[in-house]
């Protein structure tokens, strides 16, 4: 079955405590994205990936990093975790070119205090 | 820049069509797509329809492009309290893979 698994699905941390939202795709797809959606923002992309090793930021990339260094994986890392990152993010991937079907993980609700 | 724009609130009642619009700003998009959300779940793809397209039915679905004026809208028909969700317009960003929403339309089903 053609799936976007993100880890943790629900997550409360403290500000400062460093954290990793996994993402993993089991569809060969090349390219990779994370967003984040907030009430009245709608959603907004993050950092993207076009293949491995290469990476891009999204319209709201600060506080975050990511990596690519499997086809299949693309963390999102918050190496020092704010208040204003609490949010609720979507991992997605697709293949590569325009009109390809893009697939999106569950989503992880991530508070931070 | 590249801006969606929607409706946040719908309101019907069920049985009755739901017409959710949006407006773009990239006339560039190849694509356009109509995504729903239910509660506590991921984004689903409803529908997509290609730019040089002036409607898609799919079902109970009918798509309609206005590109001159930029207009995307779903309508619905024979609306569902099961189709009581989220829905959210996009067109294709800057780079390939990379879509911008809007803000969503939440579409409330009355019995």
């Known amino acids: 079955e053609a799936q976007v698994t993100q880890n943790p699905r629900y997550l409360i941390t403290v500000t400062g405590k460093k954290l990793t939202v996994t993402c993993s795709q089991n569809m060969n797809h090349e390219y990779m994205s994370w967003y984040r959606q907030d009430p009245g923002l709608g959603l907004r992309q993050i950092y993207y990936s076009m293949n491995v090793e290469v990476t891009d930021k999204g319209d709201v990339p600060e506080g975050y990093k990511v990596s690519r260094k499997e086809k299949r994986n693309f963390p999102l890392i918050l190496e020092s975790p704010s208040p204003n990152q609490t949010s609720l993010y979507f991992c997605?991937?697709?293949?590569?070119?325009?009109?390809?079907?893009?697939?999106f993980g569950e989503g992880s609700w991530l508070t931070v205090v | 820049g590249e801006d969606v724009e929607q409706s946040l609130f719908l309101s019907v009642r069920e049985g009755d069509s739901s017409v959710i619009n949006c407006t773009y700003t990239?006339?560039?998009?190849?694509?356009l797509y109509w995504y729903k959300q239910e509660p506590g779940a991921g984004l689903q793809l409803l529908t997509y329809i290609f730019s040089n397209m002036d409607m898609k039915q799919d079902q109970r679905l009918t798509v309609l492009l206005n590109k001159k004026d930029k207009h995307l809208s779903l309508r619905i028909a024979d609306t569902q309290t099961g189709d009581s969700a989220i829905y959210f317009c996009?067109?294709?960003?800057?780079?390939?893979?990379?879509?911008?929403f809007g803000k969503g339309t939440k579409l409330s089903v009355k019995p």
């Open positions: 990239d006339s560039s998009s190849t694509y």
């Open positions: 997605a991937s697709s293949l590569s070119g325009p009109g390809n079907t893009i697939y």
């Open positions: 996009a067109e294709e960003g800057r780079s390939q893979g990379n879509l911008i």
